[in-house]
């Protein structure tokens, strides 16, 4: 499985996983804020995708690397690659790029409570990488709980 840097090219890779995931994130795809955010991150070296064989994308990932508290800001897996080890290539892709400890890794997840905690997979997925639970955060944009999981790094 292929994880590289993100390119300017990639965006409507993105935009068609975000599409994927706005029921539970809110709207992205038409968000000018979106677009934005991840040209920024691509102009900064702090994007990664895995991409597919045809025109969209497998997976992709916005990261912070401001030490020693690191940040998963964005990670969404297609829905025909759930389960397959993108989402686990590109956080070790991450962690290998940009991660030195001490620190720890946070991600704002889920809230045990959403529908997209358990339809997603996103909580067991953050707990097999070491991730644990910590305090609530905000809700999301649609109202749902979301809860802060962090990985202590040596």
Do not use: C, K, N
């Given at each position: 499985?292929?994880?590289?840097?993100?390119?300017?090219?990639?965006?409507p890779g993105f935009l068609g996983l975000a599409a994927q995931v706005e029921q539970w994130f809110g709207p992205m795809v038409e968000e000018p804020g979106f677009h934005d955010a991840v040209r920024e991150h691509?102009?900064?070296?702090?994007?990664?995708?895995?991409?597919?064989?045809?025109?969209?994308?497998?997976?992709?990932?916005?990261?912070?690397?401001?030490?020693?508290?690191?940040?998963?800001?964005?990670?969404?897996?297609?829905?025909?690659?759930?389960?397959?080890?993108?989402?686990?290539?590109?956080?070790?892709?991450?962690?290998?790029?940009?991660?030195?400890?001490?620190?720890?890794?946070?991600?704002?997840?889920?809230?045990?409570?959403?529908?997209?905690?358990?339809?997603?997979?996103?909580?067991?997925?953050?707990?097999?990488?070491?991730?644990?639970?910590?305090?609530?955060?905000?809700?999301?944009?649609?109202?749902?709980?979301?809860?802060?999981?962090?990985?202590?790094?040596?």
């Amino acid at each position: 499985m292929t994880v590289r840097p993100a390119r300017a090219h990639d965006l409507p890779g993105f935009l068609g996983l975000a599409a994927q995931v706005e029921q539970w994130f809110g709207p992205m795809v038409e968000e000018p804020g979106f677009h934005d955010a991840v040209r920024e991150h691509i102009a900064a070296d702090m994007a990664l995708v895995t991409p597919s064989s045809g025109p969209d994308l497998l997976g992709g990932l916005l990261f912070g690397a401001e030490a020693p508290t690191y940040h998963v800001h964005w990670l969404v897996v297609s829905r025909r690659a759930r389960g397959t080890g993108v989402g686990r290539a590109l956080m070790e892709e991450a962690v290998r790029r940009w991660v030195r400890g001490p620190g720890e890794i946070e991600v704002v997840t889920f809230g045990a409570d959403h529908l997209g905690a358990v339809v997603s997979g996103a909580r067991v997925f953050y707990e097999r990488l070491g991730f644990t639970p910590a305090e609530p955060a905000a809700p999301g944009p649609e109202g749902g709980s979301r809860q802060v999981y962090r990985r202590a790094v040596a």
